[in-house]
């Protein structure tokens, strides 16, 4: 059974596995595994404790990590429990599990050391970074939010962690001109399927991490065998490795290897680009409800 389980979603190795598999799969030990928080601006996440290893994604500040195994040389393998995904990642970028209270809704933002814009700033958070605010000071009019670790951001620059935006393609179209990063999930770089998933989640919506997982379980298929059906904003388009989301009737929205950057593209211009040099042909619409 193990070999038939995605070791992108699943806990499970030979010699380790989650406690909560015990009697599904073998496994040499079994544990419950540690929670902890993501304390970097953004990780990578690996298939492989190497550093040579290409990212299959990333976390971002203040996400929940569990972690199940740390070795001597600084490595932790776990699942992030944002979205389920398996892998390997730089001890050193954890910290004591947080409950969170909000979560960043500007496109970035900056952690200061103190309530004053004008001060080195220690860090820089993406859109959909996690934090505890435990307080908050006024600077010249400016108001700041205090967080559990003594730093400073922009209040205005946060939500509570459950709100919902209403129009969650807004949120895929102010990230229009980010760069294209493989395996990026923030606001600094990211791909076509990292585009939609932290577009989604200001919406309220979860969506799984890769393209062909997303194409599993997001929205109802609209039938294309005869041709594509009248498109509206927010219906999803999938190739076999890449996904878009329609931002009007004739405009594709997606992060994308062409301009290496979120962008819009006339869909007809899109679509024979990407069948002819890319991806092949569009494998399914995929309407949200």
């Known amino acids: 059974m193990n070999d038939q389980l995605d070791r992108r979603l699943h806990p499970v190795r030979p010699d380790l596995a989650a406690t909560h ?125 205090k967080l559990s670790d003594g730093s400073f951001v922009v209040k205005k620059h946060l939500v509570a962690r459950d709100h919902k935006a209403d129009d969650w393609v807004g949120a895929a179209e102010a990230m229009i001109g980010t760069p294209y990063l493989w395996g990026g999930r923030s606001t600094l770089g990211l791909d076509c399927s990292g585009l939609i998933q932290l577009s989604m989640q200001t919406g309220g919506m979860k969506a799984p991490r890769d393209t062909d997982m997303q194409e599993a379980v997001l929205g109802e298929p609209l039938d294309i065998s005869g041709g594509l059906p009248k498109l509206q904003r927010g219906d999803l388009l999938f190739w076999k490795g890449h996904v878009g989301v329609m931002s009007d009737h004739e405009t594709l929205l997606h992060a994308n290897g062409y301009t290496m950057t979120v962008a819009n593209e006339n869909l007809l211009a899109a679509r024979k680009r990407v069948r002819e040099n890319e991806f092949g042909q569009l494998t399914s619409v995929k309407r949200l409800r």
Do not use: N
């Open 21 to 145: 598999y015990r009697g599904q799969v073998q496994a040499e030990r079994f544990v419950d595994g540690t929670d902890f928080s993501v304390k970097a601006d953004k990780v990578e996440l690996r298939a492989k404790p190497d550093l040579a290893c290409g990212i299959d994604t990333e976390l971002v500040f203040g996400e929940t990590f569990r972690v199940f195994e740390s070795t001597p040389d600084g490595w932790s393998w776990g699942q992030l429990q944002t979205d389920g995904y398996v892998g390997w990642l730089r001890t050193d970028t954890l910290g004591p599990v947080e409950q969170v209270t909000h979560r960043v809704a500007a496109l970035r933002t900056y952690r200061y050391p103190e309530a004053e814009m004008k001060r080195p700033v220690l860090s820089q958070i993406s859109m959909g970074a996690l934090v505890r605010v435990v307080g908050s000071e006024t600077t010249r009019g400016l108001e700041f939010a």
